[in-house]
Structure formats: structure tokens, C-alpha cells
């Protein structure tokens, strides 16, 4: 059994030590309150009519049933069941922010299922104890942890002594569960520069790799090679599964800067190289967070809407909306709606005002357009012609946060380096709506995209969006 498959094994260990955890936090809970809230013998009963009453227990059962699924869930969403060592600290600052976000799922199970008969103290009684008996049981878990580790030390042998390496040791010294035992490091062939050797603890070179398999406990070989030694590493793979000893070969390559993911494609083994890794269960999230605040945004802004729909109207004449072909997803080209702030013949009047442009890309950007009406410009200032783009991401082509969505034509004459800002959903707003716009050149703009894309998380949006109101509410959003 490899770490890692050893590591699954015990993180299914603590996700039951968390439920159980939850659960007897709950009960405990309910009795506190029940004694020092209420002066009450626990379970309470609760009046529910003319000399009825009903146990507390059949009150608590609906909400309780969930959130041992629940709170597992949630800390495996904030990263608590990775398999490494966390300080005292991130720990206390995870637990702290998972409790919020249950406290507020208690609150909307309670409005589900009892509504008027569930005690509100109780939700307070459990976000008061939950870090405390988490940090607790994380406490035992990992003393669990080191004793199966110290039972059951893995003896691990690393082929290659580059800087990579060197960075894997220093990470197996960070694993929770136990700290492997590095036998040391073998020279590879493809390692000819004395300069590049980051480490001391040499044993030889790769050609000693099968006595020492026969002459030593070696549970586990990495092999710290770039993909493009792999016919050269695969004879030696072989000889470790001869004697049955695990092998990795570390994925990273000179020749391309993404990182490769096996993935099982009905049964063909495919090497995956994304440009950005992002966990599909975090889209979905964020697709479903999309909906929920286009819904909310298109039912507060209805009135706004309808106001400009009426200022457009009645001062110029011309179509409503303005309609124009974007490039969405990886270049699938929708219809973008906004309102119309220019005259209706503005497109057959570009060439006139070419001179004018300032844009130092393929994108044609002229702040103040003589093209534009009265009314557009102060749609344009508060951007309030951006809100029929809440119908865009319904229809999902777009998102609320995201690289803005270029013409194809400009998208044509794009640096190859720069259509990568296309691999992710676009949005109604980004990184450069709030950190310039106009003010930044095309570059900075397209490093800035790029940037939201290799480091996009749920947190990044909605501090963008938090951003994007205040930028909005001080008129500098056009």
C-alpha cells in the first residue's frame, strides 16, 4: 500500500471522526441550552398546543439527519482533508470560517423544516462549540495518524538530485500521516551538470537502483525525471515492479509548462495537460452562483432597466438593445445584449473615427466617442448599459466574473499567447474593469486576464465583485 492510498484510507478515518463529531456537538449543544438557556430538563418539551407538547428530539431529528453529511463537506471544500501538516493556526481559522457557513445552513434547514417551533438559540450554542470539538477530534486524528505512521514507516528512495528533487523530499517531511523515511537520492543519466546537484545525500548512481531493491526495505521509488527521459526511467520502472515496490515518475516537463493529470477514459489511460487545473466541482459552484445572482441581479435592477429602457426610447431614436456577435468559451461565438448608448448608424461610422482610437492592441477604445449619445454617456458612466448582460449569463455564455468578451475579429489578430484569456467562461466583470480599464495597455490588460485564470478560486470573484460596486458607486466604471 502506496502513502497515498494509505492517506485515502485515513481520511475516510477522519471524515466519520468529523460526522460523529458534529453529531454529539449538536446533542450537547441542545442539552446546554436546554440547562443554562432554558432551566429546563433536556430534552425539552415544547408547547404546541392546548396541553400538548412536543419533544425537542422530533424537532432537531430533520436537521440533525444533515449535517453530518454536511459539515464534512464543507470542510473538505476549505481544504481541511489534505494530506499534509497544518499549522495550529490555519486550522483555527478553518474551523472558525466552516462553522459560519454551517451556522448559516442550520438556519435554512430550520426555516425548511420546523420554522416556528425550531430554537433559534441553538444554531449559537453550536457555532460556539463546533470549533473547539473539531479542533479536538483533528487533535486525536493526527496523534492516530503519527502512531499508524511511526507502526507502518514508509522507506522511500528518490531517483534524481536537481532542485525538483530536493523540493520532493522537503514536501514528504510535510505529510500528516507519518514522515517517510528517505533512503536517499540516485544520480539519473540525464543529470551530467555537477552544477545542478542540489543535494548531498547521494547514494550512487541509477544503475545501482536494483541492489539496492534487493539489499534494502524500499517501499516506494520517485523517479525525478522529465517526461522526456521516460524511455530512459522505464527500464528501471520495471525493475521495481519485479520485486513489487511502488514507482512515481514525476509528471513535470521541460517542453510544456502545464502540468499533466492521468486521467481513466473508459478504461485508455490519457496523459491530461490543461493550461489551468480547476477542480470541476468549484465550477459548478461557481455556474450554480452565477444563476442564483443573475436571478437576484435581473429581479433589483428590473426597475433600473425599465427606466433606461425608457430614457433610450424617448431621446433617441433606433433599436432598444445593441446586439453584437463575442467570443465566448474557447472562442464559441453568442450574441452579447447591452443597452444602445450610440447613434444607430455608430458601426457604419467607425472608419470616420479610426484616428480617434487609443487602444495600443487590436481593440478599438475611444472614451469619449463622438458617436455616443447623451443619455449613453451617463449609462455608460454608472454601467447600466451592462446590465441586460445578466440575461447572457443566464443563458450561460457568460459569468458574472471573467476575461470581458472580444469581437472574433479582434480575437483574430491576438499573439497565441493571449487567446488563452478564452479558456475560461467570460464574464461581466473582471480584473481590469476594476484596476483601470481604459487607464492600462492591451498587454497589462491581457496579463491581468490570465492572471484571474491561473489563480481563479470562489474567493477571487467575490472580492472582484465586491470591487466591481464600489468601482460602479464611484462612477469610474466606464
Not at 545501482?208 to 517501499?219: E, S, T
Not at 521541460?254 to 495537460?273: I, K, N, Q, R, W
Request: proline residues 7%.
Amino acid at each position: 500500500m502506496t502513502h497515498t492510498q494509505a492517506w485515502r484510507q485515513f481520511r475516510a478515518g477522519m471524515v466519520a471522526a468529523d460526522a460523529v463529531a458534529i453529531f454529539l456537538t449538536y446533542v450537547l449543544a441542545d442539552m446546554l441550552r436546554c440547562h443554562l438557556w432554558m432551566q429546563t430538563d433536556w430534552p425539552e418539551l415544547v408547547p404546541i398546543g392546548a396541553g400538548e407538547y412536543l419533544s425537542s428530539v422530533r424537532i432537531h431529528m430533520k436537521v440533525l439527519a444533515l449535517l453530518p453529511i454536511g459539515w464534512p463537506v464543507i470542510l473538505g471544500f476549505l481544504g481541511w482533508y489534505e494530506p499534509r501538516w497544518r499549522p495550529l493556526g490555519w486550522l483555527a481559522r478553518t474551523t472558525v470560517a466552516g462553522t459560519a457557513v454551517l451556522a448559516l445552513l442550520m438556519a435554512g434547514l430550520a426555516l425548511l423544516f420546523e420554522r416556528e417551533l425550531y430554537p433559534r438559540a441553538q444554531i449559537g450554542f453550536v457555532a460556539a462549540l463546533l470549533p473547539a470539538t473539531t479542533l479536538m477530534v483533528r487533535g486525536i486524528t493526527g496523534l492516530a495518524g503519527r502512531w499508524i505512521g511511526s507502526r507502518h514507516r514508509r522507506h522511500v528512495l528518490i531517483v534524481g538530485t536537481s532542485r525538483e528533487a530536493v523540493r520532493l523530499r522537503r514536501l514528504l517531511r510535510t505529510v500528516a500521516l507519518g514522515r517517510p523515511t528517505v533512503a536517499g537520492h540516485l544520480r539519473g543519466p540525464w543529470e551530467t551538470d555537477p552544477a545542478r546537484i542540489e543535494t548531498g545525500a547521494i547514494i550512487g548512481d541509477l544503475d545501482r537502483l536494483g541492489p539496492i531493491l534487493d539489499d534494502q526495505v524500499i517501499d516506494e521509488v520517485i523517479f525525478s525525471a522529465p517526461l522526456e527521459q521516460l524511455s530512459v526511467v522505464l527500464p528501471y520502472v520495471r525493475q521495481c515492479e519485479e520485486v513489487g515496490v511502488t514507482a512515481h515518475v514525476q509528471a513535470e516537463s521541460m517542453a510544456c509548462h502545464s502540468l499533466p493529470e492521468m486521467v481513466d477514459f473508459h478504461g485508455v489511460p490519457l496523459l491530461t495537460y490543461s493550461p489551468a487545473r480547476h477542480s470541476p466541482e468549484l465550477l459548478s459552484i461557481k455556474r450554480v452562483l452565477d444563476v442564483v445572482v443573475g436571478v437576484i441581479g435581473i429581479c433589483l435592477t428590473a426597475p433600473i432597466m425599465l427606466i433606461c429602457a425608457i430614457a433610450i426610447k424617448v431621446t433617441t431614436p433606433g433599436p432598444l438593445l445593441f446586439r453584437q456577435c463575442r467570443s465566448g468559451l474557447n472562442g464559441r461565438p453568442f450574441m452579447m445584449c447591452k443597452f444602445r448608448t450610440m447613434e444607430p448608424d455608430a458601426e457604419a461610422r467607425q472608419s470616420d473615427v479610426e484616428h480617434l482610437n487609443e487602444s495600443d492592441g487590436p481593440t478599438f477604445k475611444i472614451p469619449k466617442d463622438p458617436r455616443m449619445t447623451w443619455i449613453g454617456k451617463i449609462l455608460r458612466k454608472w454601467s447600466l448599459d451592462e446590465l441586460p448582460q445578466l440575461f447572457n449569463v443566464l443563458q450561460g455564455d457568460m459569468s458574472i466574473v471573467g476575461p470581458r468578451p472580444p469581437i472574433p475579429s479582434e480575437v483574430k489578430e491576438y499573439d497565441r499567447w493571449q487567446r488563452r484569456r478564452l479558456s475560461m467562461r467570460p464574464g461581466l466583470t473582471c480584473l481590469w474593469q476594476i484596476k483601470g480599464r481604459h487607464e492600462l495597455g492591451f498587454d497589462e490588460w491581457m496579463q491581468l486576464d490570465l492572471f484571474y485564470i491561473d489563480h481563479w478560486s470562489l474567493k477571487l470573484d467575490f472580492l472582484i465583485m465586491c470591487r466591481t460596486v464600489t468601482t460602479v458607486l464611484a462612477g469610474t466604471g466606464a
